[in-house]
């Protein structure tokens, strides 16, 4: 992937903070049934706040990639789920961008000088968790060197963002307040199945990525 491909991707990114963005709408598209039916709200009263990370990153060539992450079984209401690098606010920190950066580097290694926020996509309500999550995009011009915390993290998958959106289905899931399965569209890429929040999300970004390569094939 050439530097000027890389600058151009960053600079629509960034144009596309001053727009609207695909918003509730997109993040529809992958949400299990009711999810996000009246009177959901953002941002509930007593609702903790979280950040997560997409970081961009060049890799095969003409291609970008970000890493996912799978959460160890812990117990926790998100055990065993694939899931964006992320966490829990700290006080002090400007939020939501140095929250993203900080639980990547403590979850996956990476450097936060390296890194680059570029975009807030739109805050997403977990209920099982009492979190509204702001999800940051952000770039770096190399591909980091990854190290995961075993202590919270199970494994990395580097996900190639054009493949994003060709492996979608459904699938039944359990999640940790459920006592019967509960049916969630999913991702399904390279044998994972990536379903709720973090799908919720990664279908708002994958519309807008869709349309920024829109926008710079026709330039």
């Avoid at 002090?92 to 900080?102: I, L, N, Q, S, Y």
């Avoid at 996956?108 to 968790?129: C, E, F, H, K």
């Avoid at 190639?160 to 569209?185: C, H, I, M, W, Y």
Wanted: with cysteine; proline share 11%.
């Amino acid at each position: 992937m050439s530097q000027t491909f890389i600058e151009s991707y960053v600079a629509a990114l960034c144009a596309a903070a001053e727009l609207d963005l695909p918003g509730i709408n997109a993040q529809a598209r992958m949400a299990p049934r009711m999810r996000l039916d009246p009177p959901y709200d953002p941002y509930p009263k007593h609702a903790r706040e979280a950040a997560v990370l997409i970081l961009l990153f060049p890799c095969h060539g003409e291609r970008l990639c970000f890493p996912l992450i799978t959460r160890p079984q812990d117990g926790g209401p998100h055990a065993g789920q694939v899931a964006l690098p992320g966490g829990l606010r700290k006080d002090g920190e400007v939020f939501p961008e140095e929250t993203a950066v900080r639980e990547a580097m403590e979850e996956i290694g990476i450097s936060p000088d390296s890194v680059r926020p570029v975009l807030r996509l739109t805050p997403l309500y977990i209920p099982v968790s009492n979190v509204t999550v702001v999800p940051v995009v952000a770039s770096s011009t190399e591909a980091p060197q990854f190290t995961p915390d075993p202590r919270e993290v199970a494994g990395i998958h580097l996900l190639d963002l054009q493949e994003l959106g060709g492996e979608v289905g459904e699938s039944d899931f359990v999640g940790s307040v459920e006592t019967a399965p509960l049916r969630a569209p999913c991702y399904q890429p390279h044998g994972l199945k990536v379903w709720g929040a973090t799908a919720m999300i990664l279908a708002e970004f994958e519309e807008l990525h869709r349309l920024i390569m829109n926008s710079l094939q026709r330039e």
